[in-house]
C-alpha cells in the first residue's frame, strides 16, 4: 500500500490550531460542554472532548477505527457553545474523518455510495447529470440555462441537488422559477454544468472529494457573468460562505431567505389569498446557527396573510438538528445501530407539541425528514410539512395547482 | 448424432436434475424439429442412467460414467464434453446460464474454437446458420446475433423456455471416452449449505422484495412493516445481500432461492435477469421502481413509477385501514 | 503469490444506450464509463489475499474509457504494478478477441493467481474470463466468492456461488484463473485524496497496441431495447391513489388478513 504515515494525535491537533478554523484544539479544557450540548453526544463513544483526549493522549488509532466518528450532523451546537472557541464542527471532525479514510477505516457504506455518486455523477443521488433540468420539465416559465446560453444576469440560482432530481422537492424548484420571474429579476441556472457544492462531502471527511468539486465548481462559475449566487440550499449556502474563498474561490452567495427577505416591498404585491396556518419555522443550521441569521425566514413567513407564526421551545441558536448534516443524511441506520435516535423524530415531536398545523422549512433535506418522522410519529395527517417557498406560492397563486 | 441434432448438456447438482435441464430440452425440441434432428441429452455424473427417466423429452439421453466426473470439476467435465462433441458435431450445443454453464460454454468453445453466444433468449435456424435472440447490459437491450458455424454454443438464460410435455424416444445409451479423463487442477471438496435458523422464502406466500432502491438499511423498517401487515416475509436482490443487510438465505437470485409465492412485491430492484430468474413465476408480481424503463417492468403483473421510501408507507397505511 | 487482476470498463448504464446508425453496434460516443464491477470484486480479493501475507499484484487494463482513474484507484490501494495496454482501435475489441490481447500481456508475469470479474454486462460472445484462461492455457473455475490459502502449498481453497445460497468449496492448484462474482468484503473505499497522492506517484507501465484474435464469428444483425413496460399494467397518480389501488388488487386475490 502506498504508505501514509500515520498522523500522531498531537500533531493533527496542533495542525488544526494553524488553520482559520477558531482556536487550538490542544486549547480544550475538558469542560464537557460540548458532550452536553450534542444532540447525540450520549450515543457517542467519542464526543468531541473525548477526541480531543485521546487524540492528545496518543490513541488516535482508537478513535479513528471507532464507529462513534460517523455519529457527527454537523449541527454547530457544540462549537457554538465551546467556551475556548475551538472549531470541532468545521476543524476537528472533518479531520478526524479524513484522517481515518486516508488510514484506510472504511465509513458507513451508504456514505461511501454518496461520495462515489457525488465523484461519478456530480450528485449524490447518482443520477444523471444529463437529467439535472428534469424539474423544469414543462415549466410555464423560461428557464434560462446559461450553460447553453451564458449572459449576464443578476442572480444565478444554483438550483441544487434534491430540487433538481428528488420529486418531493421538484415542485419547490418549479415555484421559485416563478417568483424570481414576477421579482423581474434576470436569472439563469447552470443547467446540466451543475454539481454539488460538496459541502456534506467536506464535512463528511472527504477533503479530497471536496477539492474536485471546488476545482469543477469554479472552472463553471469563473466563465459566467452574474452579481450573485442565490441557493435553496443552507448547506451550499455555507460551503460557498466559508469554505470555498479558503481556495480563493469568492462568490457573493445568499440564501434564498436573505434574498427574499431584502425584497419584502416588492413581493407583498404579489399576494393574492391568505394561507390559514399555524405555522412554526425549524432553524436549519446551516442558516441559523451557523451563521447567527434567524429573522429573514420569519420575514417571509409573517409577510404571509393568515399565518400565525409560534415558535417551538427550542428555537433560532437552541433548535435541535434535524440530523441530516454532515453525511448524516445516509447515517440514519448507522446513528440508529449505535444507539442514538434519529433527531427528526424529536424534532417533529417538538413541532406538533406546538399545536402547529404546518411545519415551515428552508432546507431541501428537511422536506424528506420531516415528513418521513411525521409518519413515523403518526402525525402526519394534523402536521404538514413545507418549504417557506412553497408557502409563499400559495398565497401568491404560483403553485403547481394554481397554475392553468 | 447427425448434423442436425442438437445437443443438451444436463446439468445435475447435489444429485438433482436442474429446472434449466427441462427448459433446455424445449428449446431443443423447437429448434431440432425445424432443422429435422434429434433431441440429444448428455449426462455427465457417475451412475448418470438413473436421471434417463427425468430426460424422456430427448431422443437419445448419452449418459458417460467416470468416477472423475461423480464430482463437480471444470477439467474433466469439458474435456469429456469436448469429446463427444468432437465426435457428433451436431447443429448447436445448448448448455445452461449457471454457475456450472458459465465454466463449461466458453471453455468448450474455446477448446473447439467454435461460436458461442451468451444471454440465449430464442433459437431459430436460419438456412445453414442459427438466429439467437440474447439479452444483455443488465437485461436492457437485446441483440440478433446470426451464427455460421457448426456447431454452435448457445447459452440459454433459465426461464427463457418452459418445459414441455413432448416426449421424445428417450434412448439411453452408454458412451465410454476414447481418452481417460485425468487429474484435475481444481477439486470439489464440499458443499457448503447455508446457516439454518432463518425462515425459508421460498415457502412463504406472500414476498416483499428490496433492491438497491432501498438506498440505506434503516430503510429495511419500510419493508418490513409491508410484509408484516401482509402476513410476509422480506427478500431482496444480490446488491443488498452483498451489503450484509439480510443474511444469503433471503436472496432471490441465481446465487439466491428461485421462490413462487402467490405475491411478489419488488420494491427499488431494477430487474436484471440474475434476479428475475428467482422470481418470474410468482403468481402475482407488482413492481415499484423510480426508472420507468426498469426490465423488471417486463415481468411484472403491474407496476408504478415512484420512489420506494414515498410509495411503501402510502401502502401499508392502505393495506390497515382495507 | 504473484497475482494479477484484470480491470475493465464498460458503457455506464445510467443512460440508455445509443445505438448506431447500423444498427448493429453501440455509437458510444456519449456514454460515460464506469468500473465492471465484478472486476472491482476481483482486485479486492487480490488485496485481501496481499493483506493476508506474502503476496504481490500487479493489474492489467485496456486504456479505454476512464481507465486512468481506476488505475490509480487500484494504486492506492495496494496493487504493486500497473500494466496499461494501448489500443489499436477506438473501442476494445469483443472478449473473445480481447482474451489475446491480455494475454500477451499477462504471459511474462508468470502469475500464480489470475482474478478477474466473471461477467461483465456488454458481454454477447461468452465471458472474458474463460477465454483468457484459455489463451493462457492455465485452469478454470468461475463464480468464485471467497479465496484463502490451501491446506497445502501451492494451493488455494476456493467457494464456487450455486443457487439457493448454496456454496461448493474447492481445492485448487496454482497456476489458475479465477472468473471472481464476489470478494469476501464489499470492495474498499479510498478517499479521493490518496487517488490523488497516487497519481503523483504511479507509474504505469504502457505496452503497445496487440493484435486482437479473429475468433469464430458471430454477427449482430441487430441492437434493440426489449419493449418497455409491454408487460405491466402501469398504476399513476399520488402516492394514496396507487397505494389504495394495489390494496384493492391485493384485496381482490385474497392476499389481505
Not at chain 1, 117 to 134: A, D, H, I, T, W
Not at chain 2, 75 to 81: D, I, K, M, N, R
Not at chain 3, 36 to 43: G, I, P, V
Amino acid at each position: 500500500m502506498a504508505t501514509v504515515e500515520a498522523p500522531r494525535g498531537l500533531e493533527l491537533l496542533e495542525q488544526l490550531g494553524k488553520t482559520n478554523d477558531g482556536k487550538s484544539p490542544l486549547g480544550c479544557m475538558q469542560c464537557g460542554l460540548c458532550a452536553a450540548s450534542c444532540p447525540l453526544g450520549e450515543a457517542m463513544k467519542f464526543p468531541p472532548r473525548k477526541l480531543i483526549l485521546q487524540a492528545a493522549a496518543g490513541n488516535l488509532d482508537k478513535v479513528l477505527a471507532d464507529p462513534s466518528l460517523w455519529m457527527c450532523v454537523a449541527c454547530y451546537t457544540c462549537s457554538l457553545r465551546c467556551p475556548r472557541g475551538i472549531e470541532l464542527t468545521d476543524g476537528l471532525w472533518p479531520a478526524l474523518r479524513d484522517a481515518a479514510m486516508q488510514q484506510g477505516f472504511q465509513p458507513p457504506a451508504e456514505l461511501q455510495e454518496t461520495f462515489q455518486n457525488v465523484f461519478k455523477y456530480g450528485n449524490m443521488l447518482g443520477r444523471s447529470p444529463r437529467q439535472r433540468m428534469e424539474w423544469a420539465k414543462d415549466l410555464d416559465v423560461r428557464v434560462l440555462d446559461l450553460s447553453k446560453e451564458p449572459r449576464p444576469v443578476d442572480v444565478l440560482w444554483l438550483v441544487g441537488c434534491y430540487p433538481s432530481y428528488y420529486p418531493r422537492n421538484q415542485p419547490v424548484a418549479r415555484a421559485f422559477a416563478r417568483l424570481l420571474t414576477q421579482l423581474g429579476v434576470t436569472w439563469g441556472v447552470l443547467g446540466a454544468q451543475e454539481k454539488a457544492m460538496g459541502e456534506c462531502d467536506r464535512m463528511a471527511g472527504e477533503e479530497g472529494l471536496f477539492e474536485t468539486l471546488v476545482e469543477a465548481n469554479r472552472k463553471v462559475l469563473d466563465k459566467q457573468d452574474f452579481r450573485k449566487l442565490v441557493v435553496l440550499d443552507p448547506h451550499a449556502f455555507r460551503a460557498l460562505q466559508k469554505f470555498y474563498p479558503r481556495y480563493g474561490a469568492w462568490y457573493p452567495v445568499q440564501h434564498y431567505t436573505t434574498f427574499l427577505a431584502e425584497r419584502l416591498e416588492q413581493l407583498k404585491p404579489l399576494i393574492a389569498r391568505p394561507v390559514e396556518a399555524v405555522v412554526t419555522y425549524h432553524d436549519n443550521c446551516c442558516v441559523g446557527r451557523r451563521c447567527s441569521c434567524y429573522d429573514p425566514p420569519r420575514s417571509l413567513l409573517q409577510l404571509i396573510p393568515g399565518v400565525k407564526l409560534v415558535e417551538m421551545a427550542r428555537n433560532r441558536d437552541n433548535a435541535l438538528c434535524c440530523g441530516g448534516g454532515g453525511g448524516g443524511m445516509w447515517l440514519d441506520s448507522h446513528i440508529v445501530a449505535q444507539g442514538g435516535t434519529r433527531l427528526s423524530d424529536l424534532r417533529v415531536a417538538q413541532a406538533a407539541a406546538t399545536g402547529a398545523d404546518t411545519l415551515a422549512v428552508s432546507c431541501p433535506y428537511e422536506l424528506a425528514r420531516f415528513e418521513d418522522a411525521a409518519k413515523v410519529a403518526g402525525v402526519e395527517g394534523r402536521l404538514k410539512v413545507r418549504d417557506i417557498i412553497e408557502l409563499l406560492a400559495e398565497c401568491m397563486d404560483l403553485g403547481e395547482r394554481n397554475v392553468s | 448424432m447427425s448434423a442436425q441434432d442438437v445437443l443438451v448438456v444436463a446439468e445435475i447438482q447435489r444429485e438433482t436434475l436442474g429446472d434449466v435441464t427441462l427448459e433446455l430440452l424445449a428449446a431443443a425440441r423447437g429448434l431440432a424439429t425445424a432443422t429435422g434432428g434429434q433431441v440429444v441429452a448428455l449426462v455427465l455424473t457417475a451412475d448418470g442412467a438413473r436421471y434417463a427417466p427425468a430426460l424422456a423429452a430427448a431422443d437419445r439421453i448419452v449418459v458417460i460414467d467416470d468416477p472423475l466426473l461423480a464430482a463437480y470439476s471444470p477439467e474433466p467435465f469439458v474435456a469429456a464434453l469436448q469429446e463427444i462433441v468432437a465426435a457428433e458435431q451436431p447443429r448447436a450445443v445448448l448448455i445452461g446460464a449457471t454457475s456450472i454453464g458459465w465454466d463449461l460454454a466458453p471453455l468448450l468453445a474455446a477448446r473447439l474454437n467454435v461460436p458461442l453466444v451468451t444471454g440465449g433468449k430464442a433459437i431459430q435456424p436460419d438456412g445453414d446458420a442459427l438466429r439467437v435472440t440474447a439479452s444483455f447490459c443488465g437485461g436492457k437491450m437485446l441483440a440478433e446475433i446470426q451464427v455460421a458455424a457448426s456447431p454452435a454454443i448457445v447459452m440459454v438464460l433459465p426461464g427463457a423456455y418452459r418445459p414441455s410435455s413432448e416426449v421424445g424416444k428417450g434412448e439411453t445409451e452408454r458412451r465410454q471416452l476414447a481418452a481417460p479423463l485425468s487429474d484435475a487442477a481444481v477439486r470439489f471438496d464440499q458443499w457448503v449449505l447455508p446457516a439454518a435458523g432463518d425462515l425459508d422464502i421460498t415457502q412463504q406466500e406472500i414476498l416483499v422484495a428490496v433492491g438497491r432502491g432501498i438506498q440505506q438499511k434503516d430503510n429495511l423498517e419500510l419493508a418490513e412493516g409491508l410484509a408484516q401487515t401482509l402476513g410476509g416475509a422480506v427478500c431482496a436482490s444480490r446488491p443488498v445481500i452483498d451489503q450484509g443487510w439480510l443474511p444469503p438465505t433471503r436472496q432471490v437470485g441465481k446465487s439466491g432461492m428461485t421462490v413462487k409465492p402467490r405475491c411478489f412485491i419488488a420494491l427499488g430492484i431494477s430487474g436484471a435477469p440474475e434476479h428475475i430468474e428467482g422470481m418470474k413465476d410468482s403468481d402475482l408480481i407488482v413492481a415499484v421502481n423510480t426508472d420507468p424503463k426498469a426490465p423488471i417492468f417486463d415481468v411484472a403483473h403491474y407496476g408504478v413509477v415512484a420512489d420506494v421510501l414515498d410509495l411503501v408507507p402510502a401502502l401499508t397505511e392502505a393495506l390497515k385501514r382495507s | 503469490m504473484k497475482i494479477t487482476v484484470v480491470v475493465r470498463q464498460i458503457p455506464d448504464l445510467i443512460e440508455p444506450l445509443e445505438i448506431d446508425s447500423s444498427g448493429t453496434a453501440f455509437d458510444l460516443g456519449s456514454a460515460s464509463f464506469i468500473v465492471n464491477e465484478s472486476d472491482d470484486h476481483a482486485l479486492e480479493q487480490a488485496i485481501l489475499l496481499k493483506e493476508a501475507g506474502g503476496a504481490t499484484v500487479s493489474v492489467v487494463a485496456l486504456d479505454f474509457g476512464d481507465i486512468d482513474n481506476t488505475l490509480y484507484t487500484a494504486a492506492a490501494k495496494g496493487a504493486d504494478r500497473i500494466i496499461k495496454i494501448a489500443l489499436a482501435d477506438e473501442t476494445p475489441p469483443p472478449p473473445r478477441a480481447a482474451a489475446a490481447l491480455y494475454a500477451k500481456a499477462i504471459q511474462p508475469l508468470s502469475p500464480d493467481l489470475v482474478l478477474i470479474g466473471v461477467q461483465a454486462h456488454d458481454e454477447l460472445d461468452g465471458g472474458l474470463s474463460p477465454f483468457l484462461a484459455a489463451a493462457l492455457g492455465l485452469p478454470y473455475v468461475g463464480v468464485i466468492c471467497g479465496v484463502k490459502p490451501g491446506a497445502e502449498q501451492g494451493t488455494i481453497s476456493v467457494c464456487k456461488e450455486f443457487p439457493g445460497a448454496v456454496m461448493a468449496r474447492l481445492n485448487v492448484k496454482l497456476p489458475v484463473v479465477l472468473g471472481i462474482v464476489g470478494a469476501e468484503q464489499p470492495p474498499r473505499y479510498v478517499p479521493v485524496a490518496r487517488v490523488r497522492a497516487a497519481m503523483k506517484t504511479t507509474q504505469f507501465e504502457e505496452q503497445e497496441a496487440a493484435t486482437a484474435a479473429v475468433g469464430p464469428a458471430v454477427s449482430i444483425c441487430r441492437l434493440y431495447p426489449p419493449a418497455s413496460g409491454s408487460h405491466a399494467e402501469m398504476l399513476a397518480g399520488s402516492e394514496d391513489e396507487v397505494a389504495a389501488r394495489i390494496a384493492e388488487i391485493l384485496a381482490q386475490k385474497g392476499l389481505v388478513k
